[in-house]
């Protein structure tokens, strides 16, 4: 893993996203997608698939999301889609949950060839890997080769190809837009990045938060921290977090990330505001907030869900690079 690579990669984001939005609509075009979907992946995988299986469930699509590690693998139907992502196609657990998967499957099915088959699909960087060597289709990431060792650019590029699915509601310019804002984002960042690293890295570590619905950022935010410059960092759901996270604001200097856009967001910031913690607020104006971080497109969603990330990442970048 290498710093300076790993923010030449965040500055590559702009252009990959470009290629991506050229492409996206026909990554699943040889594929029959008009059936269950299971998602596996591990880390940052897992978390894109979270968010890609809600959101077809949303639409009216039978769609899971499992940890590839997970010991309880759902069984797999007839006609079912089996989408394992890796960027690397090398994630031990993703490959276990594929070779176990179908190895049930071919037990279950038995006698009964009349069935439809499963279709396994490999989501990865890699096509010449050994998980696209398991499965029957492979649809290409296109993030890149990532020289710092951190899946940065491949977390948006999952979750703009698994939104492309028919029912998972992705407009195909949001891809597009969200180029523009991670540009707008790296152009300005001279003027933002200090202080909002300032607000953020305290003694007691930061604290992300985003509506269920961009879960995955908070999620994702929090990683990079601790991947990186090996900080303690913690994501977590906005309404979810007045039931698991508001008690660390008593007793510790509560540095907070407010990805917004939650109707729950006042019964957070209430509480923040009354214990005096450092909130710094990314894609809309928050009342109490210490800083709030505007950019190109932030009053559309999925540009948020494709963007939003990339102010952690910078963070982490700097950190981590001052820490060498």
């Known amino acids: 893993m290498n ?18 939005a050229a492409a996206v609509t026909g990554s699943w075009a040889a594929t029959d997608t008009d059936r269950p979907i299971l998602l596996f992946g591990m880390g940052s995988s897992h978390y894109a698939n979270g968010v890609a299986a809600a959101r077809l469930r949303a639409g009216g699509r039978p769609a899971v999301a ?9 069984r797999v139907p007839p006609g079912a889609l089996v989408v394992a992502v890796s960027a690397s196609g090398g994630s031990a657990e993703t490959l276990d949950a594929v070779r176990t998967s179908r190895a049930q499957f071919a037990r279950s099915q038995g006698a009964r060839t009349q069935e439809t088959p499963a279709t ?9 890997g050994e998980l696209a ?6 649809v290409p990431m296109l993030a890149g080769d990532e020289r710092g060792g951190v899946a940065c650019r491949s977390f948006q590029h999952t979750l703009a190809v698994l939104l492309s699915l028919p029912g998972a509601g992705l407009d195909p310019a949001t891809v597009t837009r969200a180029a523009e804002a991670t540009e707008d984002l790296l152009a300005r960042r001279d003027a933002w990045l ?12 930061t604290h992300v938060v ?3 619905r961009r879960l995955s950022s908070a999620q994702q935010s929090a990683l990079m921290l601790r991947e990186g ?30 990805l917004a856009g ?20 990314v894609g809309a104006d928050t009342a109490g907030a210490a800083y709030t971080l505007r950019y190109r497109h932030d009053d559309i969603d999925d540009v948020r869900l494709l963007t939003e990330t990339l102010v952690a990442e910078l963070v982490a970048a700097e950190a981590w690079r001052r820490r060498l």
């Open 262 to 281: 939650s109707r729950w967001e006042p019964e957070l910031l209430r509480w923040t505001a009354e214990r005096a913690s450092t909130v710094v607020a």
């Open 194 to 205: 200090p202080r909002v690293s300032e607000l953020l890295l305290g003694p007691d570590g």
């Open 120 to 128: 396994f699909v490999a989501l990865t960087n890699r096509a010449d």
């Open 133 to 138: 060597s398991l499965c029957d289709v492979t």
């Open 210 to 212: 985003a509506p269920a």
């Open 229 to 258: 410059p090996r900080l303690p960092a913690v994501g977590c759901e906005t309404g979810d977090w007045s039931h698991v996270d508001v008690y660390l604001t008593k007793t510790t200097d509560y540095r907070l990330l407010l």
């Open 3 to 20: 710093a300076d690579l790993f923010l030449a990669d965040l500055e590559d984001k702009p252009a990959r996203l470009r290629a991506l």
């Open 66 to 74: 499992e940890l590839a590690s997970t010991d309880l693998l759902p």
